[in-house]
């Protein structure tokens, strides 16, 4: 049985200066110019787009096969597991303030072993607090999956969307222009959004995955272009990847019964298998 309360009592502090430069390039994906305008005016960075920063710089050394950091120091080793985002969950406190430095703090709070079949699959809960001048100003509670190599799941997922009603789709395609910018703009160097080779061959996908945080994001740009509302919290779980260049459907739904609550789905435009589900709550 594997001990991991070591791992539970380590932290990783990165300092940033949230610099305009990012977001301009990110803007530029979603081709939002009067968006863009509106908060540069503001000043803010739009809510969600910290992932844009606190880049895990490492040497080139250090680098594990997979593009990722060696595991060992801050997540343990999980031998023969790949690794991807699962989901996560924000608390939006106040703004992140264009230009302004700022430090994140991460945390692992959970190590889940949820092994079955004699297939390794472990869930790990980073909780991750950002500060501006010693003020939290947003916590994130991200979950990791670590899950063996050649594991598939054929299991198909379908909406589950009772007591909502949609109000907003959009067709959209990731195509690998997409996924290699966001790479560059965030310094994300996993292979899979990028090695379509190793992608097949060593991590069992049909292709090239679009980046968790990269569809939370645009989620969220989805919303503000509709709803010009106060965030107060976001929570999202990958269902299934989502695969470049795949056809899907992003829809915003309201509560029937909760007016501050919405959710945000995607969904396989073809099959209507869900990929990503969402919860928006506002204030």
Request: proline residues 1%; positive net charge; hydrophobic residues 35%.
């Amino acid at each position: 049985m594997n001990n991991f309360n070591n791992y539970l009592k380590k932290k990783k502090i990165i300092k940033d200066i949230l610099r305009e430069e990012k977001v301009h390039m990110f803007f530029s994906l979603f081709n939002s110019k009067e968006t863009s305008k509106l908060y540069f005016k503001k000043k803010n960075i739009p809510l969600g787009w910290h992932w844009l920063y606190f880049s895990d710089n490492f040497f080139l050394e250090e680098t594990d096969s997979d593009g990722h950091q060696k595991r060992g120091a801050f997540f343990p080793k999980f031998k023969g597991c790949k690794r991807m985002f699962a989901g996560s969950e924000i608390i939006f406190l106040n703004n992140l303030a264009l230009n302004s430095l700022s430090t994140k703090i991460s945390q692992i709070s959970k190590i889940e072993n949820k092994s079955k079949n004699k297939k390794k699959i472990y869930f790990v809960t980073v909780k991750n607090t950002y500060k501006v001048k010693n003020k939290n100003v947003l916590i994130e509670n991200q979950k990791l999956v670590f899950i063996e190599k050649n594991y598939k799941s054929k299991k198909k997922i379908k909406e589950q969307n009772e007591g909502y009603k949609v109000i907003s789709k959009r067709n959209v395609c990731f195509n690998n222009v997409i996924l290699f910018r966001y790479s560059a703009i965030t310094y994300n160097s996993h292979r899979i959004h990028y090695d379509q080779e190793y992608t097949k061959k060593k991590e069992g996908y049909k292709d090239l995955l679009v980046h968790g945080p990269l569809l939370a994001s645009y989620a969220l740009e989805q919303f503000r272009r509709m709803k010009n509302l106060n965030l107060e919290s976001f929570k999202f779980k990958m269902l299934k990847p989502v695969n470049v260049n795949e056809n899907v459907i992003f829809k915003i739904l309201k509560n029937l019964e909760n007016k501050k609550n919405f959710r945000i789905t995607i969904v396989n435009k073809n099959s209507k298998e869900a990929k990503f589900v969402a919860s928006c709550n506002i204030k």
